[in-house]
DNA sequence: ACCTAGCGTTTCTTTCTGGAACTTTCCTTA
DNA sequence: TAAGGAAAGTTCCAGAAAGAAACGCTAGGT
């Protein structure tokens, strides 16, 4: 089975991985819900390259998670702000951040936010 | 940034996605939720190739979400058995099935789990 | 005129994934 | 006792996706 074919899965879990189930679409959310709107914002804090980065925005811009705006129009510059449908999904972060603080403790440093 | 350096990220969900933030994993856990344990069982429900559920397979047992476990010695043969740091991601996944359902309805046809 | 910021896009190389057959170890059935 | 099958992986190859890094475009600042 091809990824793309997940959209249409009988199983709901499926079809939501197939928009947000990758390696940095979860990671840009993230961001998100700390308060980074911007693409310079996303490439810098998320770690992927600009190429992934443009892909993903544009893909959760379509499927209604996040919202593309205008923030300034003489040079034009446009933004990424959560939808509602985008907020839905922060428990499911909320919860592997937990999971993350208990189960996989740093060993490098002792940072943690 | 590579994806192999995220295990020792200051964020917690980018570790946690570390392990979990994969393709196919999250939807190999969906299995385990559903009572799965065989190989083969998630061969075929899974839709992924037998490849990469090995792959898969093996670093949830690595981390420690799954366990492998001999259920027959003779032929020795294996199966995958939740945790309890396993059991701990359900919620999440839980998360995922609901907003699927309300957020990614199927068009084809009108069957739901 | 030149530099910088913001938002992408392009190119090239490396890594990962999909598909399908193959292996190994036993068990069953004839 | 030979044939066939099941379970759990492995191996091989072609094609898709990701990483790195430079380039392009618009517009404002100096």
Redesign the interface.
Known sequence: ?K?SE???N??????????????WT??IL?DCYLGRTKFEEFAQAG??TRHILADRLKRLVE??ILERRAYSTAPKRYDYVLTA?GE??R???T??????????P????A???
Request: glycine letters at 10%; hydrophobic letters at 45%; proline letters at 4%.
């Open positions: 089975m990824w997940l959209n249409d009988w199983c709901p879990v499926a079809r939501t991985l197939s928009v947000v189930g990758d390696r979860l990671l993230r770690g992927m499927v209604g449908k839905e999904l428990p499911a972060l919860i592997m951040k937990e999971w993350g603080k208990k189960n996989l740093i060993r490098r440093s940072v943690e936010g």
